[in-house]
């Protein structure tokens, strides 16, 4: 059982270009979710999806886009990467979104915009 | 939106000391959870909270959710370098809302 993964761990994008950051588990769980994490601003909720084929908006969703076609993976696409958007991007997923909704969070991914 | 608001940003205590933060949120929640990071890890799922007034504990910790269902503490008794890490509430308010909201979390530093 290898969790919840994240790739790359580790990312440099120049202002303008567009990216994927992938984000798979295999625990069968239903709900899956980015946030991105930022000095001081804890966890902010960016996309969720309750199961595949359902995805929706979070806190703070402008500039990223994700689709869920499969149980297992939750890409989170950044269209065209601004310096704002440099961040540690965590994905997670749990059982169930509405029950005992333990979270398992992947490893991370830091992400610099120059 | 619902805000989730916690206290304090930062504690430094002596090893042998407690540590207390505190999670408050703008609207009902249904249940409240808490994390543990450590210094360049991610997240880690400590406990949940459903029902007013609950009080649970894990060792050391002890967690409580308020009667209002509005507010949660965790409290650790006798710190330890172990618990060095940032502490976060996130509370979620239920029925077709799956938005898990996070305080901005309490980072505790221990000097042994």
């Known amino acids: 059982n290898a969790g919840v993964t994240q790739t790359p761990k580790f990312q440099v994008l120049k202002t303008g270009q567009s990216m994927t950051l992938q984000c798979a588990q295999d625990m069968n769980h239903e709900y899956m979710s980015w946030y991105r994490q930022d000095p001081g601003m804890g966890l902010r909720l960016i996309h969720y999806?309750?199961?595949?084929?359902?995805?929706d908006q979070g806190e703070v969703p402008n500039g990223y886009n994700v689709s869920r076609s499969t149980t297992e993976d939750f890409p989170l696409r950044l269209l065209s990467a601004a310096p704002s958007q440099t961040s540690v991007y965590f994905c997670?997923?749990?059982?169930?979104?509405?029950?005992?909704?333990?979270?398992?969070f992947g490893p991370g991914t830091r992400l610099t915009v120059l | 939106g619902q805000q989730v608001m916690q206290i304090p940003q930062y504690q430094h205590v002596q090893e042998g000391e407690d540590f207390t933060t505190y999670c408050n949120s703008s609207?009902?929640?249904?249940?409240i959870q808490w994390y543990k990071q450590r210094p360049g890890g991610h997240p880690v799922f400590l406990i949940q909270l459903v029902k007013s007034g609950e009080v649970k504990k894990q060792k050391r910790l002890t967690f409580q959710f308020g009667e209002a269902k509005k507010n949660s503490s965790l409290h650790i008794t006798a710190t330890q370098t172990t618990d060095v890490g940032t502490y976060f509430c996130?509370?979620?308010?239920?029925?077709?809302?799956?938005?898990?909201?996070f305080g901005k979390g309490t980072l505790l530093t221990v000097n042994p």
């Open positions: 997670a997923s749990s059982y169930s979104p509405s029950s005992y909704n333990e979270q398992f």
């Open positions: 996130a509370g979620l308010r239920g029925g077709s809302n799956y938005k898990l909201t």
């Open positions: 999806s309750v199961g595949a084929g359902i995805t």
């Open positions: 609207t009902t929640l249904s249940n």
